[in-house]
């Protein structure tokens, strides 16, 4: 029986070591390894690639008028990119309005998700375009975005992330999450791009080549999570995503614990189910070199949400303090290795979220913690159905983003 309870136990300190490892690694990666491809100013960009942006936009109704507006307002030329919003449950009035600004591309689905939307318009617009944007109805691009992912592109990226940063910070609950994206955007964005490997993408704010993304598009009909089918095709093609940090679009966050728990019990379901899909093709690829592949689809899959983890951390320095009997490798090593957890995390915080707003919404994350646990309890299937996430804010007010990046 202790040889089995030390068996076990030292299978969890080891994967939470290995855990922890990696995740101190990304974190120093992030400073120290990290370089925009688009940095270095010398080289001279001369070429305006054709731009299709694309909007899988569902009942977005209440700020989508204001999005096509600002869309057509990047600085860009006007005559070489087109803004799609591909209209899925709208109203009339509205499809009506934007008309007047951008293509209106009308879907209706039995089943209304990103890909459908998405493989539909990419069918059905007849230009021709280089690049292709992918952004959210509620999504605000940056003025100079475009010339950022187009210079990008001409420097040889035909798979690239942009810095994708709240747009608004008006709740304890919105300002957790975009502290959690910043986070995110340092450890698997700059910190893999720093490692020499491909970004993790996230659902929008994404450019690809056209033609490659609607070759890659045809087969994926995913009802959550169509980002990361996407980001393995592209990896088992031997397409490295890179991650431009300064190319920056605005995504509204979630303002509520409802709100919160339904997006995250989607993304975890999409992130277990397709970790169990395509764990053993993951070991294949890196049999044949493509450790890309392996990174993303198991080492970053494996990786459980950073509140669950701080909270098991502590769960199991509080048991074994109280109890010191009930752990055979010692509650010394425990406990350094909860601090080393805690070190990687506060590491990799970038200097703009440091900020009061996020100090006071701290407070907040017990209850945000909890509510992950319930996201866990629910996820069954959380990504086999659409679930909506409702958007109301169409002005970009973020505290973060004032204080450098």
């Not at 646990?373 to 983003?401: G, M, P, R």
């Amino acid at each position: 029986m202790e040889q089995l309870h030390f068996i076990s136990e030292g299978t969890l300190f080891a994967l939470l070591t290995f855990i922890t490892g990696y995740t101190l690694l990304l974190s120093l990666s992030g400073w120290i390894g990290y370089k925009s491809i688009i940095e270095d100013n010398r080289i001279q960009i001369k070429r305006y690639n054709r731009i299709a942006i694309l909007i899988p936009a569902y009942k977005e109704d209440s700020v989508i008028e204001k999005v096509a507006t600002h869309m057509k307002q990047l600085d860009y030329p006007k005559k070489t990119y087109d803004v799609f919003v591909i209209a899925d449950s709208m109203k009339e009035s509205t499809i009506k309005k934007i008309s007047k600004q951008v293509e209106v591309i009308e879907v209706s689905f039995d089943n209304s998700t990103k890909s459908n939307s998405l493989n539909y318009a990419l069918n059905k617009i007849e230009e021709h375009y280089d690049i292709a944007i992918i952004s959210d109805g509620d999504n605000i691009l940056d003025e100079s975005f475009l010339k950022k992912i187009n210079r990008a592109y001409n420097l040889g990226a035909k798979a690239i992330q942009g810095h994708r940063i709240a747009k608004n910070t008006n709740t304890k609950m919105a300002v957790l999450d975009a502290a959690s994206e910043e986070i995110n955007n340092h450890i698997y964005r700059r910190g893999l791009n720093g490692l020499g490997l491909s970004s993790a993408i996230i659902g929008s704010g994404m450019a690809f080549d056209f033609t490659l993304l609607k070759r890659l598009m045809q087969n994926n009909h995913a009802v959550g999570g169509f980002d990361k089918i996407l980001q393995l095709e592209l990896l088992e093609n031997r397409v490295k995503i890179e991650y431009i940090h300064e190319a920056i679009i605005y995504d509204e966050k979630v303002e509520t614990i409802r709100s919160f728990q339904n997006q995250r019990k989607r993304w975890i379901s999409a992130q277990i189910k397709y970790l169990i899909r395509n764990f053993s093709k993951g070991w294949k690829q890196l049999y044949i070199g493509n450790f890309d592949y392996f990174n993303i689809s198991v080492i970053c899959g494996i990786m459980p949400p950073r509140a669950f983890l701080v909270a098991l951390f502590l769960l199991i320095v509080i048991i074994v303090m109280i109890f010191p009997q009930s752990t055979l490798i010692g509650s010394t090593y425990w406990a350094g290795l909860t601090f080393s957890y805690v070190m990687a995390l506060i590491i990799c915080i970038p200097r703009m979220i440091v900020h009061p707003s996020f100090l006071l919404a701290l407070l907040y994350l017990p209850a945000t913690l909890i509510n992950m646990i319930l996201a866990l309890l629910k996820i069954k299937k959380a990504d086999e159905k659409f679930i909506h996430t409702e958007h109301s804010n169409s002005t970009i007010s973020n505290v973060f983003h004032k204080n450098g990046s």
